[in-house]
C-alpha cells in the first residue's frame, strides 16, 4: 500500500484519464534513489487494467547496446508493423537487429516507434511505462523523447522515472515534470509499521525521518539495519550520510552476510544486470557458485527469479554490491559472464563483458567490438557504434590500427550529432598517424566540426589542410577537397594563413571520370566566385552542370552542383537539382537532406514567384525541424517564411519577423548558412509594411552576402534612392552591373535596366522598356512585374495614361496572382490614377491556421493521403487527422473533395 503519495496518484490518474479521451501526454517522474518512483510506476500499472500496458527500463550495462530498451518495450506490439509504413517498419526490423538492413536515417525508427504506439492506441488506449530513464541507451532515449513530444491526439500514456542524481542525457526540458519527494511524518509512521513491525522510540523515528527525509527505501533499510537498542532510543544511531550512501551500507551489510557462493551470484548478476537467469547462473556456475547460491540470494531479499529472469531489488542494490568489488574480481566476473554468452545471440553484450575483462590490449576482445560496432552502425546506434570504436582503439597496440578505430568512432559521434566527441576523437587520431589519406579523412571531420559549430574561417583552413594533405597520394580525392573549400570561400570563408584550394592539385588528365573533371570545374568555377571573376565563374559552373555525372558520384559532388547555381541565380537549374535532390533524400527517407533541398529550393521559388511552392516547402521545413527537434536549422526556413510575409506585405509579416529574430538569438545559424540567414532577415525588415526609407536602408545595407544581395537588388537600389542615398544606390548597381556582364543572366540584365531607371533621367523610358526585353526571358515574374509597374507609373506621370494603363494592368494582374498586396495595392492606385477604374482582386478569408494545419492543408489539397502527409512531417497518420479536423471547422468544409477544390491554398 502507498503512503503518503496522494498528489502524485492523483497526477498519474490525470495522465490515465486524457490518454482514455485520446488527449496524449507525457510525464516525467523525478526525485532521489529509493523515494519511490518504482512504485508509483507498478501503482499507475495496476489502475490502467483497461488499458494495453508496454513496459521496459534502462539498464546501466546496455549503455552500448542500440534500442535494447525500446526493443523491449514496443515487443508485445511489434505484430502492427505491417500497419505502419513499409520504410518505417524496415527501420525497425534493422534497429532490432532482425535483418542486415542499415538504418538510412534513424528518424525513421523514431517515427515507426510513435506510429506503432499511435496504431495500438487506436484500438486500446496505451500507458507505456519506462523506468530508470536516466540509463536508457542514447537510441532508445531518442525514439522515446521524440515519441513523448508528440501525443497530442494519440491514446497514449508515456510515462518516465529518472533519479535526480544522474539524469544522464535524459533531461528534457519539453517534458511535464513530477518531482518525488519524501513522504511526511504521518506516512513515514505507517510505512514503518507496515515493513518494519518492531517498535520505534518517537525520538528515533523523528531523527530517522530528518536523516532520510522521508525517503521510504532509507526509511525501511535504515530502520532494519539498527539494533534494538538504537530503535529504543538506547543507543545513538551511526554518523549522518547521505541517504544513497545511507541505503547502499544497509544493503552491502546485508551482501556481506551471505555466504560466498550467494555473493558471488550476487556480482555476477550486478555485473550483468541483463536479468536473463540463464546467463547469470552459467556464469556463477564457472566461477564455482553451487546450486544452492540463487536460493540463498533470494533469501535475503536483495534479488527475486522469476520466470527466466533475476531482478535485484532496487539500483543501489546493483551499485553497492559491484563497487565494493576489486577490480580483478570485477574483471573475472565480467570474463565469466562472456563465456556464458559464447555462441547465443547476445553478441554484443559478450563483446562488452570481454572488453570490462581486459586489462591490456587482446586482438579477441578488439575484433568483437569492431563487430559490435559495425553492427550498431548499421542499426543506426551511431553512440553507440562511437564507443564500441573507441574502446577498441584503446586496447589496440599498433597505432596505425588505433588512429583507423578512432577515425570510425569520430565519424559515429559526428552522424550522432556529437561535435564535441567528434572532434576529440578525430585529434587524437591525428596524433597516432602518419598515413595521408587518413590524415585528410580525420581533417575533413574536424573542418566539418569547426564550420558548423564553431568558426567557417577555420572550417575552411582545416579543410584547405586536408586538401593539401591529400594532394601527394590521391590527387582526386585531394581535388574534392579543395572544390569543398573553395566553395566554403565562396560564401564568405577567409582564412590569410590558408593556401589557395585553386593551386592543391593540378588539372586531370583528358582521360580522367567524368567526375574528376566536374570537381575540377566546381572548384574553378567557386574560385572564381571568390575573387569576383564572373566571366571564369560562370563558364567553369556551366560547364559543371553540362557535364553528366553517374547517381552514385560523391554526394560533395551533386550536392555542391545545386549548390553552385545560387551563384549565378539560374532558377530554372536550380529548381531541376534541388527537386532530384529532394526526390533523392524522400526514396531514400534521409530527413536532413530533405530539409536540405527543401529550403535551398524555397529560395529561388521566392526568387521566380512561385510563393505558394516556397512557403509550401519552408512550412515542411520548419515543421520537420521542430518535429525532430532540429532546433540549430529552424531559422533559415523561419527566414524564408518571414521574407515571404514581407514581401507580400502580409499582415502576419511583422510577428514572422519577431518570431524569426528570437529563434536567431536563441539558436544562432552556423556554417554556410549563417551569411544567407542573416541576410535574407535583413531584407524582410527592410520590407515591413510602413518603414520610412532611411529605416529601411539600414538593414538592406546590412546585407553581406553577396548572393542575398543580388537576390534583393532591386529593393536595395529602390530603396537607396528613395532615402536620398544616390551615391549607394550607384555603387550597388556597378556592382550588379559587373555580375550581368560577367555571367549574361537575363534577370541581373533586366534588374540592372531597372536600377538605372530608377536612378533617373532621359533614358528612363528606355531602360525600363530594355528591362522587360531581359524579365522576357528570365522566370523571375516579381521582378518583371515590378519594372512593369515602374514603367506604367512613369508613363503615367508623363501624362501618358493611355500608354500606362498596359504594363500598370499586366503589373496588377501579377502582384494579385502572388497576393502581393502592397504592391496589387500602388499598381491599382497608379491604374485609377491614369483613368481606368480598377478591379480589386478576390479578397481572401482570413483563416488563423497554426502552421502544422496550415501544412496538412496544403499536403492533402496535393492528393496525399494522411499516411504519406505523416511520413512528410514525422508526426502520426492520428495526428494528421487532428489537424485535418481543424482545419475543416476553421475552414467550414466537411471533405478532402471541399478542401481541393477551394480557389486558393489556405496556407
Known sequence: MLRGREREQAALRRLLDAARAGRGEALLLRGEPGVGKSVLLDDAVASAADLTVLRTRGVESE????????????RPVLGRRDQIPAPQATALSAAFGETTETVADRHLVCLATLNLLSEAGGERPVLAVVDDAHWLDDASAAALLFTARRLDGEAVALVFAVREDERGGFDDPDLPVLEVGGVGEEAADALLADHVGVPVAPQVRAELLEVTRGNPLGLVELTRALSAEQLSGLQRLPDRLPITEVVERAFLDRYRGLPATAQTLLLVAAADDSGHAATVVGASDTLGAGADALDAAEESGLLAADDGM???????????IYGAATSSRRRQVHRALAGALTGTPDQDRRAWHLAAAASGPEEEVVAALDEAAERARRRGGHEAASAAWTRAAELTLDPQARARRLYDAAASSLAAGRPSET????????????DALLRADLLQLLGQVEWNTRSLDD??????????TAAPQDPARARVLAMLAAALASFGAHRTDAPDPAGLVPPPAPTAPAEEHVAALLLEGFSAVGRGDWPTAADALRHAWETPID????????????????HLGDDARAIELHDLQLRRARDASAANM????????ALFRIATGAWGEATSAAQEALLLDRNLGLDELVTFPLAELALVAALRGDRHAPRLLAELEAEMDAHPPRGVVTGLVAGLAHWAAGRQPGLAPASALHHLEQIDLPVVRRLAALDRIETAVRAGRREVAEEWLAELAAFAEGTDMAWARAAVHHGRALLGGPETEAELRRALVWHARSPRVPARA??????GEHLRRARRRADARGPLREALETFEALGAVSWADRARQELRASGETARRGAALVATELTAQEAQVAGLVRQGLSNKDVAGRLFVSPRTVDFHLRNVYAKLGITSRTELAALATDPS
Open 63 to 74: 549503455a552500448p547496446l542500440p534500442f535494447a530498451a525500446l526493443h523491449r518495450l514496443l
Open 786 to 791: 515590378r519594372s512593369q509597374l515602374a514603367l
Open 310 to 320: 533475476v531482478t535485484l531489488r532496487h539500483p543501489l542494490v546493483r551499485s553497492a
Open 594 to 601: 530533405v530539409e536540405h533541398a527543401l529550403t535551398r529550393g
Open 423 to 434: 572532434d576529440q576523437h578525430a585529434r587524437a587520431a591525428l596524433a597516432d598517424t602518419d
Open 551 to 566: 547517381p552514385g558520384a560523391s554526394p560533395l559532388l551533386h550536392n555542391n552542383l545545386a549548390i553552385a547555381t545560387l
Open 459 to 468: 572550417g575552411y583552413r582545416i579543410v584547405c589542410q586536408a586538401a593539401a
